[in-house]
Structures are given as C-alpha cells and as structure tokens.
C-alpha cells in the first residue's frame, strides 16, 4: 500500500524510460556524426556508398562471353517464366553463329517485380541481375531496355547519374 | 433552437494512423464513438483472380505483396500449400531454413506493429529502436535472397540456393542483441504509466468473441485461447521446435502488447535452435518437370504473424495453375472486430485499437 | 539620474527590440534544438541536409569552398566530424523552415469564417509575446549606457521592460487570452478535426489553470508579494527563521517544480499532454487548416509559451538568476562571482528545462482526453491545495 502509493507519487517507471534516452542521447552526442565508431544509424547515402548484399536482385541485365558475344540462345524460358510478362525475345540468326540470336530482346523494367525468375530459370547463364539500384528516371522510355536500335542498354549499367546525386562529380 | 446531433467523421484514407488507406467511418457523440464502420477496397487488386491465370511457380510473387511487412510467412504458405496439392516432400534442411526465416520474419513484423503502435499512442522513440533491428533482419533476408522487402524465397519443393556464406554469422550477431533490444522497448512502454493508462482495459475482445468472429492469432492469444497453428497442426520444422505458446486472459490492448512481445522471445529461441539443429543434406526435393494437378482441392494454413494464414486451391485437370485460388486473411478477419472492440469508447481508443489489431492493409484488401 | 520621458521611451523601445529580438531568435533556434534532440534520442541525425549534405562538401574534400555557400557547406561536414559540436551540423534549417512557412500559400478554406480566422492566429500570438513584458531576464541593470553614448549616457539598460508590482497576475492573466485564439481558429476553420482539437485544448487548458494557478501560489505566499524580481530573489535568497523552516520550504520547492513543470506541460499543448494536436488521432489538431504565416504563429506561440513557463519555473523554483536552486542559496553562501544574480545563470535554467521539453517528448506517449481531465483535476488539484496549505503554515512558522 505505501509502496504503490510512493510509486505513485515518484514516477519511477517514467524515470527508467528518461534515463535510457538519455543515454542515446549522450552516447550520440558524444561521438562524431561521421567516425569509424559510432551509435547512429544513419547512412548518409549519396555521400556515403551504401553496401549491399551478394545476392541483391538489381536490374536486368545480359552478358557476353569471352568473345563479346550474346550468350543468349533464344530458348525463351525467361520469357515464359516472368510473372509480369515484360521481357519480349524474337528469336533470328546470325552470320558466323550456331545457336539462334535474339534479333530483339526487350526489357520493360516499369512493371519488372525483381523477382529473378528469369535468372533462375536461364539454363545458359546469359542474364543477371546486377547491383543497381537507382533505377529512377524522367521518361518512360529510360525504362524500356533493349538490345537493338535506340536502347541497347541491356548490356550495361544504366548510365548512374543520368538519375542519380551519386554521379555528381 | 438548438439541436443535437452525432457528427460523423471520416478517419481514412488519408489519416496518420490507419497504416495504409484504412477508411473507418465514425458516428461521434462528442468524443465518445456510437458506430464504427471499417470501409475497406482501396487497396484492392484482385490478387486471387491474377493467381488464378499465373502458374503455381509464378503466383508466389504476389503473396509478397499480400502481407507486405510479413512476405516470407506468405511465401511459405504458398509453397507448402502447392506442396501439400501435388504430394512434394521437401528436405529436412529447408524446412530448417524456412522455419529460421518465417520466425525471423514474424520478428520483423511485430517489430513494425510495435514501433507503429507506440507511435499511434504517441511515443516516438520505440518506433525508431524498433526499426533499427527490423533493419538488421531486413539485410539478413537480403544476404538469404536478394530482397528486403518482396523476398520471394522459398521454391515449390524447397529453396532456390543454400543459405549464403557467412549467413549463421549474421544471425547469431542479431540474435545475441535481440533480448537486450526487447528489454528496451519494455523499459520505455511496460511499466510506463501513461502506457498502461492508455492501453490497459482499452479495446477489450474476450476470448468467446473473438471465437465467434473467427479471430486468430496474437489477439485471440491475448484472450486467453492458445490456438496456434505451429502446435495444433505443425507444419515446417515446428514438430522439433521446443517453444511456447505465450497467452494472457485480459484480452486488451495491453495484454496483447505483452503477448506479442513475448512471441518474439519466443521467435528468437526458435531461431536459434534451427541454427544449432541445422541438418545437412539437399535443400530442393527432385521435382517433375511441369508441375501438372489432377482434380483435387487442399487448404493448408500456417500461424502468420497477424494469425492464421490459409491458402486455398483448388486444381484442374492437365493445368499449371489453380482453378481458384482464395487466401484466409488474418488481417481482414481480424479487422471485422474493431466496431465490437471500439462501439462506446473514445476516440481515441479507436486508434489503439486500430494498432494493435496488427492490420497490413495490402492483406486485407488483397 | 532620472531619464526624461523621451530618453526613457527610447530605452524601452530598445528593451523591447532587445527581448522580442531574443524570444523571436530563439523560437526558430528551439525548433531546430527540437529536431535534432529527438534525432539523437531516437539514434539518428536529423536535419543535416541545408549544408554539409548533398551539395556539399562531398567525400570529405572541401570544394566549392570559395564561394559563401560553399563554405559553410564545407564547414558542416567539417563539424559532422567534431563529437558534441556535430550537433550544431545543419544550422542554417531553422533559416530555411522559416523561409520556408513565409513562403508557403496562403489557404483560407471556402467556408472558414474568414475574419475569425485570420484574427485567431495573431491573439494567440500577441497572448504568448506580451506575456514577456513582465518577466524578468536580470534583476538590475544589465548595463549602463557609457557616457561617450550620446543622449542615453549614463543610463541603465534594465534586464526587464517592466517592474510591475503584480507581475505574476499579470503574466497569468494574459497567457490565459492565448486559448481564445486556439478556440477560435478552431472554430473558424468549419472543419471537424480542428473542431474537436479546439474543444480538447479549451478543456485542457482551463483546467489545467488552476493547478497552475495554484502552484505558483506557493511562492506567492512564501514571498508575499506578486512582483516578478522580488519574488524571484526572495525565493532564491531568502535566509529562514530556522533549520525546520528551511529544510521545509527547500522540499515544498523541490516538489512544486515539479508540480509546476507538469502542468506547465499541459499548458503549453507538449507531450504527454499534446491531444490539442495529436497528429495520430486528429491529423494535426486545431490548426489542421492553416498553412503558411498563420500556422507559423500559432507555431511561435506554443514555443513562445514553452520559454515563459521555463521562465516562470526557473525563476521561482530553480533560484532565478541566483546559482543554487530550490532556496538552497539561502543558507549556503557563496561569495564573489557566483553568489551575485546573473543573467547567465538564469538563461542556463532556461534552456536546460527547454532540453527537458524536448527530451520528455522524445521519451513519453501521450494521455487520453478523459484521463488527462483524472489526472488534473483529481491528482494535480489536490496535491497542489496540500501544497498551499504547507506553504501558509511555513509562512506562519517564518
């Protein structure tokens, strides 16, 4: 009975809540904003390269062997798999090539989920996705990737500070 | 002259506090609420149709986007749901890793009702030191599967990749922090008294109620039923998980607060011993090349972070996709009790309410 | 030497720059002291962005640093790298907030009672600055104007606008004319949320006035007088009759700050007390329709009234412009330096009890409507009427 009253009237509970952030408040306050040890939590980002994991699922992206050749053989898989249905494969030929040569690859990433079906799902390794992130952009045609004509992005990064702070400098 | 009247009062779309585009019409008589009416459909995208033109192998993508907070325990209800439909045995090793991850993951999810329910009754700091560790878990489903949010982790028959290297590193750092942050967000809010003020006693729902109302999950715990999926009808690796089932009798606010906090306890503990129990051996199970179903319906349910999570399918014959495909959603079954939890209370309390029915409204609206 | 009349509307036009000058600088200042003690508490860094952010001094290397801008980028990212000073990285925000709310549009909605809502703003702004009139920043002199200076020469430059012999009436009275302009702007708004905010604040702070009221009775009676500079010193210096007294009239003190300071909390609209405008249940309380100039006084007048109650407890409980608080200095005696009133000590009160502000709010969450109206009337009425009493029965010992 006394002791719940003088629980009451000194707010110890109150105290224990005001000493812990008190505590955050001193121990942020007593290191710099931008040293090797630090309580924050803060990524400064554009200054500050954010780090990310192995398996990151980025953009669409598709690669060359050795030879600088598409490694793609047209078997549409990735095609089929996607979810949201936005990569458009027509299958060709090429001079001086075996296997068949997409004549057209289109990647729409507007409607792109990250999922790495595609990827998963290519039995020849010919397509990634790679580490990018900063995927924003003023015209919808920055979006749509592609291996012929305007767009034949689909080989490289998206050129980083067409869209991003990053590239300032 | 003068007349009285009740005003009505539109809390939503647009409001701070109903997480998402919740829209709960309001009959006030002062501050005192006389009707409540949750109006729901803003989210709405008709996921169970799409699913019903997408393979089985491709539908998984967008029970990421149901429960957006809770997306491994989806995917995971997905995949044994299809599993169950064409009879696939999935190695132990990745019912071990889906277990660690699911348990992870309703970690994270009660995280964010902690740090948002705490912001709705007006205390800012345990959101911040809430996200803080809901970062950490974040990045450890980024090094399991490349994305933090949308995680799409699990395959039909088991798990796309082993589990990285360096993995069991990561976690064991989280985990070994983890108590000490729970002790935390109880220094600031359990004993509290303004905390206890706002939350004891507020939004009652016993345990016959919430029965009938067919509410599951942490809220129905917090009435003192101790239904749970992971004890009553085990799936994954829960049949050799040693874990209990945290309930209390009050059925408030408060009460569900602490049960909520004590599943965490309990999701670490069950982290930990899929780490140490880690089996050995294959993580896919050998699959047919085209996933095929005969004429058969299955409904598998598992213990989502919000309640009891249940996928329905059923089959055709010769197809690749379910001829109907319908989801048991906690968060729109449970929300059918804010106008019994808050009728003749205050304001005020409606927004409690509303944080701690635990709602994601991507999973409600579906 | 007595001023004539001109000189002294002269020196008071001055003292009145000077005082509005300090509350008008300070309130942006506290803002942004707002921001970035939350962002501590909360493991952040708050606002860093005007400079020493984005187009600043990246990667640690100091370019740009030629022109004005450039160099102030460059030294705050310089400060990030300073403990305790990287606090003050990202200063020039409260600049641009304040920029920021001049220049903002102007939106009085269609059927908002427009008169009334544009008065509003302004009664509780001019409410939270004439309050300022009365108190007392230095008990004397703060200096005297040297001889070179022409017509002032020779005189004082008093640390208070007025001397008024019923200061604290006077101080209590005005600050109450600040809810009329919450009510009404509320009211004008033609707008549900802000109704039911504007109904909150009004019942909140009428009566949560008299456990205000009622608190500060304590030092009135232990001083028996209502004059801002005497009850200060008074308080503070007072020696006691003997040990009972004043080991009773330190402990009366040390509970009636605190006493004081929670219902200073729910005068001002703060945290846990902040359901006038509590953003989770009523988007943002009774000024959910203003934007611009006119949010931004009712914005200056809730921090205006932060630094008067600060002021007020400081002043009465804390010791005031003397060093040792709850009348401690009464039977301790310093000399020298320290033992003199000084502005300084009083502007360091100040600020640390806008720190506890800050900090409260970081940390607590918030009443309920029906339980902030328990806790007034049938905790803090009470205990306050308890405190009186003890207060008249030490003033009858004395």
């Known amino acids: ?169 | ?366 | 030497m007595m001023p004539t009349l001109t000189q002294y509307l002269v020196i008071s036009l001055l003292q009145i720059v000077v005082v509005l000058g300090f509350v008008m600088t300070l309130v942006p200042l506290l803002t942004f002291a707002e921001r970035k003690v939350i962002a501590y508490v909360q493991v952040r860094l708050g606002a860093t962005r005007v400079a020493g952010g984005l187009w600043g001094a990246q990667q640690g290397r100091l370019h740009q640093s030629r022109t004005v801008t450039g160099g102030l980028n460059g030294l705050m990212w310089f400060l990030g790298r300073v403990p305790v000073f990287s606090i003050l990285r990202g200063l020039p925000m409260f600049i641009a907030d304040a920029l920021k709310l001049l220049t903002k549009e102007d939106i009085v909605p269609a059927s908002a009672d427009k008169a009334v809502f544009v008065l509003s703003p302004a009664l509780a702004l001019v409410a939270a600055f004439t309050v300022f009139a009365a108190i007392s920043f230095a008990p004397g002199a703060l200096f005297v104007f040297p001889k070179a200076v022409p017509f002032l020469g020779g005189l004082p430059f008093n640390g208070f606008l007025t001397d008024l012999n019923v200061g604290l009436l006077f101080i209590l009275g005005i600050a109450s004319v600040g809810v009329y302009g919450i009510v009404l702007g509320a009211w004008a708004s033609n707008s549900k949320y802000p109704l039911l905010g504007g109904l909150r604040s009004a019942a909140q702070i009428v009566s949560y006035e008299v456990p205000l009221t009622l608190s500060l009775l304590v030092p009135v009676v232990l001083t028996g007088s209502l004059n801002f500079n005497e009850m200060s010193t008074r308080m503070a210096t007072d020696v006691p009759a003997n040990g009972m007294v004043a080991i009773g009239r330190t402990l009366i003190m040390f509970v009636g700050f605190f006493v004081y300071t929670t219902c200073g909390f729910a005068e001002t609209n703060r945290t846990p007390f902040d359901l006038a405008e509590a953003e989770t249940e009523l988007v943002a309380g009774f000024h959910t329709e203003y934007t611009g100039m006119k949010f931004s006084f009712f914005f200056l007048a809730e921090y205006s009234s932060m630094i008067t109650v600060s002021a007020l407890a400081s002043a009465f409980f804390l010791g005031g412009h003397h060093l040792l608080p709850f009348g401690i200095q009464g039977f301790v005696h310093l000399s020298g330096w320290w033992g003199g009133p000084h502005i300084i000590f009083f502007l360091f009160k100040i600020f640390t009890l806008l720190f506890v502000f800050l900090w409260v709010r970081a940390t607590l969450p918030r009443y309920r409507y029906d339980q902030l109206m328990n806790v007034g009337w049938k905790f803090l009425i009470p205990y306050t009427l308890i405190m009186f009493v003890i207060a008249a029965l030490l003033r009858y010992a004395a």
Not at chain 1, 99 to 117: A, H, L, N, S
Not at chain 2, 143 to 150: E, K, N
Not at chain 2, 189 to 203: D, S
């Open chain 1, 1 to 169: 009975m006394a002791s719940s009253l003088l629980r009451t009237l000194i707010p110890f509970d109150i105290y224990g809540g005001m000493k812990l952030t008190g505590k955050y408040f001193g121990k942020v306050l007593l290191q710099s904003n931008r040293g090797t040890k630090r309580t924050h939590i803060v990524v400064e980002y554009p200054e500050t390269p954010v780090t990310l994991m192995p398996r990151y699922r980025g953009r669409l992206q598709m690669i060359k062997d050795e030879q600088g050749e598409i490694k793609c053989v047209c078997c549409l898989a990735c095609e089929k798999i996607c979810p949201t249905q936005v990569i458009t494969i027509e299958k060709g030929k090429k001079e001086g090539r075996k296997t068949p040569y997409p004549t057209r690859y289109d990647f729409e990433m507007e409607r792109c989920i990250f999922c790495e079906f595609c990827v998963e799902s290519c039995g020849f390794d010919s397509i990634i996705l790679n580490h990018q992130f900063e995927l924003a952009a003023y015209n919808r045609e920055d979006f749509s990737h592609g291996t012929e004509g305007v767009f034949q992005n689909m080989y490289d990064l998206t050129p980083v500070g067409h869209y991003s702070v990053a590239s300032e400098e």
């Open chain 2, 1 to 366: 002259m003068f007349k009285t009247e009740e005003m009505e009062i539109n809390l939503g779309p647009q409001h701070p506090s109903t997480h998402g585009v919740l829209r709960v019409k309001l009959h006030l008589d002062g501050e005192t609420v006389t009707r409540c009416v949750p109006m729901i459909g803003y989210l709405h995208r008709g996921v169970e149709k799409i699913c019903e033109d997408k393979t089985f192998f491709q539908g998984q993508v967008w029970t990421d986007r149901t429960d957006y907070v809770a997306a491994i325990s989806n995917n995971l209800g997905w995949v044994e749901g299809v599993e169950k439909l064409f009879g696939i045995t999935t190695p132990r090793r990745a019912h071990y890793i889906r277990t660690m991850l699911t348990e992870l993951n309703r970690i994270t999810s009660h995280l964010l009702w902690l740090g948002t329910h705490a912001l709705d009754i007006g205390a800012m700091t345990v959101f911040l030191y809430a996200f803080r560790e809901r970062e950490e878990v974040l990045s450890i489903f980024e090094a399991f599967c490349g994305a933090r949010l949308t995680t799409t982790a699990f395959r039909i028959g088991g798990l796309r990749e082993d589990i990285p290297p360096g993995f069991e590193k990561q976690v064991r750092a989280f985990q070994a922090r983890f108590l000490d942050c729970i002790e935390e967000y109880e220094t600031l809010l359990t004993e509290n008294r303004i905390w206890k003020k706002r939350t004891i006693g507020v939004a009652p729902l016993n345990a016959e109620d919430a029965i009938a109302l067919g509410v599951t999950g942490p809220v129905l715990r917090a009435a003192g039923s101790s239904y749970d999926i992971r004890k009553a009808f085990p799936y994954a690796a829960y049949a050799e998980m040693d874990f209990d089932v945290p309930t209390q009798t009050a059925g408030d606010t408060y009460a569900r607060y602490l049960v909520r906090l004590a599943e965490m306890r309990q999701s670490h503990r069950i982290v930990n011993q899929c780490l140490d129990g880690l089996p050995e051996g294959p993580v896919m199970a050998k699959l047919p090349k085209v996933l095929k179903s005969e004429v058969n319906e299955v409904y598998h349910a598992i213990e989502a972070p919000k309640g009891e999570l249940g996928y329905y399918f059923i089959g055709e014959k010769g197809s690749q996709s379910p001829y109907r495909m319908h989801i048991r959603a906690p968060s729109f079954i449970n929300l059918q009790a804010l106008p019994k939890m808050t009728e003749g209370r205050l304001l005020a309390d409606v927004i409690a309410a509303i944080g701690t029915l635990d709602v994601v409204l991507g999973e409600v609206d579906r």
